[in-house]
């Protein structure tokens, strides 16, 4: 696992800096050995987000159907000034999955926060996203991790400086894509990071119905397909797989019993792929499963909370109860 840290000084208070703990990439190709060979075929979805995936991601949330971006955005700056009170002065804004950070703007503005730690795998975007912030905000102190930020990595110290409480900041309902157990153990690491005295905001999508739910993943445009499909692409550029994507289909749905939208990509007869060496069959109408968007109630939410050693202390939300933004301190 490489160290880089990179330092450049833009003024006399604020700096950027950069550490990359990147996983090997020999990483994804055994994952998706590992999901191919299963009963039920599956990736995980963090494989999505390589420069085209974070290109089609970046454009469902803008989708019409995709309510769940703007829902938030306008929780966030509607009751931005309450969540900045909520977190007090002198924060250390810690961002897993920080993306192209559109949201963390309106935290920074009302908070004033003079740290800000993003947390994501994707260097390119990470590096020009904490850039252009760093331009807006000159007295920002700023040090971005590229990292998978499930996984444990070392918080960077800011020297002499006066951090009153972390704050991990989990926006755009990310812990759905886990399950229920998994996102029990993520808060866990999530309040380790935070540590005592700290807190986490967190962007939870709430249960609602099926046919808003099925349109949010399924979008008439097709992005949605592109973005999953492109799985099968990036197996074949970077680890030389032959997969014959246009035979393949998305297929996304939400399960009211199990609270979560599924998305898979359908085999569309039969057919087989070759990936380092190993032959993977596929039956007409087999799927490799891509994903799971998890949806909770915000009872079951604080629940899972405070399984993890958290105590739940705002619920912040939309007027038609779409989307949940959750503000809880560590017990
Ligand atoms: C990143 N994650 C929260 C998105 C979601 O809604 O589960 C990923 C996504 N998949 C399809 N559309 C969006």
Redesign the pocket.
């Known amino acids: 696992m490489g160290v880089k840290a990179e330092l450049s000084p833009r003024s006399p208070s604020g700096v950027v800096r950069f550490h990359d703990f990147l996983p090997p990439r020999e990483t994804f190709l055994d994952d998706v050995l590992a999901g191919l060979a299963l009963p039920q075929k599956s990736i995980p979805?963090k494989y999505?987000y390589d420069e085209q995936g974070c290109r089609l991601?970046e454009a469902?949330c803008e989708l019409p159907e995709?309510y769940?971006t703007r829902t938030e955005m306008a929780i966030l700056r509607g009751c931005a000034a309450e969540i900045a009170r909520f977190i007090g002065p002198d924060a250390q804004l810690i961002e897993f999955g920080s993306g192209a950070q559109a949201k963390t703007r309106i935290l920074i503005e009302a908070l004033q926060a003079p740290f800000y730690v993003p947390v994501d795998i994707a260097g390119e975007t990470l590096r020009s996203s904490s850039l252009e912030l760093a331009r807006r905000y000159p007295r920002l102190n700023i040090v971005g991790i590229c990292a998978d930020y499930s996984r444990p990595f070392t918080l960077p110290e800011f020297d002499g400086a006066p951090i009153r409480r972390k704050v991990v900041f989990f926006p755009?309902?990310?812990i759905?894509?886990f399950t229920p157990t998994e996102a029990v153990a993520f808060l866990d690491h999530a309040r380790r990071t935070a540590g005592a005295g700290g807190a986490l905001i967190i962007g939870v999508?709430l249960k609602k119905d099926k046919r808003l739910l099925d349109a949010?993943?399924a979008d008439a445009q097709g992005v949605?397909a592109r973005?999953?499909l492109n799985l099968l692409h990036r197996i074949n550029r970077e680890l030389h797989g032959d997969f014959q994507v246009e035979r393949f289909r998305h297929k996304?749905f939400y399960d009211p019993v199990l609270g979560r939208?599924e998305?898979h990509l359908e085999s569309l007869g039969s057919q087989c792929a070759h990936l380092a060496g190993r032959r993977f069959d596929f039956a007409a109408g087999e799927t490799i499963h891509t994903?799971i968007?998890c949806k909770y109630s915000i009872a079951e939410f604080q629940e899972m909370g405070r399984l993890a050693g958290f105590s739940p202390e705002k619920i912040w939300t939309d007027p038609d109860l779409l989307f949940g933004v959750h503000g809880m301190v560590v017990a």
């Open positions: 979805p999505f991601f469902i995709y769940p755009g309902s990310t759905g894509n999508d949010a993943y949605t973005f999953n996304a939208v998305m994903e968007s």
